[in-house]
């Protein structure tokens, strides 16, 4: 199994913690949560790696510490996620300075192209479209990110502990970075999707992870964000010991998420698709069909091993 350390680095209260709970599916926890003492360390098994997760507390006296000790806290690590707070405007200047020191550091490592993934979080359902000049900030926040990074490698996911497939979403595709050949996973899902008229396909794994998706150009993006959610929740509900080959699960009057489950080894995995409301459920062949092509992925995921 490789190794992979991340680091999750941010301002206080940025959502670190919590997102690292959400990952763990420990969300009883999140209330309660108080700031982050210095590192804490979890470690998650995912797509076939060991994934050492540190959670940078980010207050003033720690972020001093590791950027003072910076072989201590940033050697050998394979992705940053920086975490900022898109409800904190006022806050937007620090979280930079931040990013600046830290990729600083990096260079006085020798190591300047480890790349970010940017967690803009707390963008939750009630405030996108909703709190005025929200989207504005934030691709200002953007820009300016684009500027004190220039060619080191990033990429930037909005996310919310309330939608949780976002926080998946962000973790699972900076993994998926490491993976060779995750193209033809992308591909595959093109491939049956478009075998079936369906605009969005998805694999998961029963832990949630995304191992690929995919979606036409005019999908719309509530509904592409409505079908990942369906499709994860029931992923995560389905057990090895009692899943059924095919389901049908509702998403809204027009359509459903037609959901094909298979083992590879002792991994439960699920191939989704978009599916007009009723046209499918009645179709025993189409289902048969489907259920048949997702099973092709269980050659591809040795990729992961
Ligand atoms: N609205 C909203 N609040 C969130 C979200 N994620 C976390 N929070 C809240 O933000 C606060 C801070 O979360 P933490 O996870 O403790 O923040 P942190 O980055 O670990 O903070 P430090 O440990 O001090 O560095 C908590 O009250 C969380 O409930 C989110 O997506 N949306
Ligand atoms: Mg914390």
Redesign the pocket.
């Known amino acids: 199994m490789k190794d992979l350390k991340f680091l999750f680095i941010?301002l206080?209260?940025?959502?670190?913690?919590?997102?690292l709970r959400t990952l763990d599916n420990n969300f009883e926890m999140?209330?309660t949560?108080t700031?982050?003492a210095g590192v804490e360390y979890k470690t998650f098994k995912v797509m076939g790696f060991t994934v050492s997760a540190w959670?940078l507390?980010?207050?003033q006296k720690y972020r001093k510490k590791y950027l003072q000790e910076n072989e201590r806290y940033f050697q050998e690590t394979a992705a940053v996620f920086y975490?900022v707070d898109t409800?904190a405007k006022e806050e937007f200047k620090e979280a930079l300075a931040y990013l600046e020191s830290v990729r600083g550091a990096f260079k006085d490592l020798k190591q300047e192209n480890i790349p970010f993934t940017f967690m803009l979080?707390?963008y939750?359902p009630h405030v996108r479209g909703k709190v005025e000049g929200i989207e504005n900030d934030v691709a200002g926040l953007k820009a300016s990110i684009d500027k004190i990074l220039g060619n080191i490698p990033h990429t930037f996911f909005e996310?919310?502990?309330?939608e949780t497939h976002s926080v998946y979403q962000a973790f699972s595709e900076t993994i998926l970075t490491y993976v060779p050949n995750r193209d033809i996973i992308g591909s595959k899902l093109r491939e049956i999707a478009q075998d079936f008229d369906s605009k969005m396909s998805i694999l998961l794994d029963s832990a949630g992870y995304i191992y690929g998706q995919w979606h036409s150009k005019d999908a719309q993006l509530l509904e592409l964000s409505k079908f990942i959610r369906i499709a994860q929740e029931f992923a995560k509900l389905t057990s090895k010991q009692t899943y059924a080959e095919f389901t049908l699960l509702t998403l809204d009057d027009i359509s459903d998420v037609a959901a094909s489950l298979f083992l590879v080894g002792d991994e439960l995995f699920l191939v989704s698709m978009l599916v007009p409301h009723a046209w499918f459920m009645q179709d025993v062949k189409m289902q048969d069909m489907f259920t048949k092509k997702a099973r092709e992925f269980a050659k591809i995921l040795k990729i992961f091993q």
């Not at 206080?12 to 997102?19: C, F, Q, Y």
């Not at 996310?159 to 309330?162: D, G, L, P, Q």
Request: proline letters at 7%.
């Open positions: 941010g206080a209260n940025a959502g670190k913690t919590s997102i999140i209330p949560l700031p982050t959670d507390g980010g207050q975490v409800q979080h707390k939750d996310t919310s502990i309330y």
